[in-house]
């Protein structure tokens, strides 16, 4: 074995413990059940886990940068569960109707309320303002690498982008049942279709083309930190979630669930420690120094 392979295998162990130690290089998906009022939790090889019960039409879902997870409790409230096994539940925001959910990078909480066609904005504090107002509907939030927000207008096919000061535009128009929204690393936006049976991809510049067809019902979608795009399949056709490579290929991820998932996030991958960093460095140091020896 050559000194560079030596290499190349020592810092991919360290980056597996540095990054993702309880997972894998992996991280657990959490999807919200919108029937039965529970949040489920799915390690990287697909076991099923409950997480929280007891809540009142779960939709949207969204992690902030502490690791808590919010939850659009579309009956009554947005609710916040702290992490871990058994993880406490406490009502950040009231009266809403929320459905979907993304935080900023600054912590601002953006809430999509679909009864009322506005996306609220709740600070950290909790402040409430409205954001946008006299939309059809929206069914999914998510925000670009350069901070703006983008919305998936359900009643009129539009994907709506909002500046952080507000301003409005068009980013892709003519779709069928835009649910939710996700993007790549690349910058490009996956929308979910609905019961088009379709998952459409909108490049930065708004060329439309559908990366997937033929899925039921998909309803919610979630990126990983391989780029494996998660697909919650709703309607008539829920009880999957469907999970398709860069290049396409689909598998089933998990199956057998009694309701759609009609939220899906991933759990971030915990920043390293300073200690670790430095413990790393110094088993690649140490693999090179012994080859050389």
């Not at 983008?150 to 000061?165: C, M, V």
């Not at 980013?171 to 790549?184: H, K, Q, R, Y």
Request: include cysteine; glycine fraction near 16%; charge should be negative.
């Amino acid at each position: 074995m050559n000194l560079i392979k030596i290499f190349l295998l020592a810092t991919c162990v360290f980056a597996m413990w540095l990054v993702a130690p309880e997972t894998g290089c992996g991280q657990n998906l959490f999807v919200s059940g919108y029937q039965s009022g529970n949040i489920y939790q799915f390690t990287p090889s697909g076991i099923q886990m409950g997480f929280a019960s007891g809540l009142n039409g779960p939709q949207g879902l969204a992690f902030n940068s502490a690791g808590n997870l919010f939850v659009a409790d579309y009956a009554n409230d947005i609710t916040e569960i702290t992490p871990g096994p058994g993880g406490a539940q406490s009502t950040f925001a009231s009266g809403l109707g929320a459905t979907s959910l993304a935080f900023n990078s600054a912590g601002y909480l953006f809430v999509g309320s679909w009864g009322n066609g506005s996306i609220t904005k709740i600070s950290t504090s909790g402040a409430q303002s409205t954001f946008a107002a006299g939309l059809n509907q929206p069914y999914g939030l998510t925000f670009n690498s350069a901070g703006d927000l983008f919305e998936a207008d359900n009643g009129s096919g539009n994907i709506y982008e909002f500046t952080p000061d507000g301003t409005q535009s068009t980013f892709a128009s003519g779709l069928v049942d835009l649910e939710g929204l996700a993007f790549n690393s690349a910058g490009d936006l996956f929308a979910a279709g609905g019961i088009s049976g379709n998952i459409y991809e909108i490049t930065p510049g708004g060329v439309q083309s559908t990366f997937a067809s033929g899925l039921g019902a998909p309803i919610s979608l979630a990126f990983d930190s391989f780029s494996d795009l998660f697909v919650g399949i709703g309607g008539s056709f829920s009880g999957n979630i469907t999970e398709i490579t860069p290049s396409g290929v689909h598998s089933i991820f998990a199956s057998g669930l009694d309701e759609s998932p009609d939220g899906l996030a991933f759990q971030p991958v915990p920043e390293p420690s300073t200690w670790k960093m430095l413990a790393g460095g110094m088993i690649v140091l140490l693999s090179v120094r012994r080859h050389r020896a």
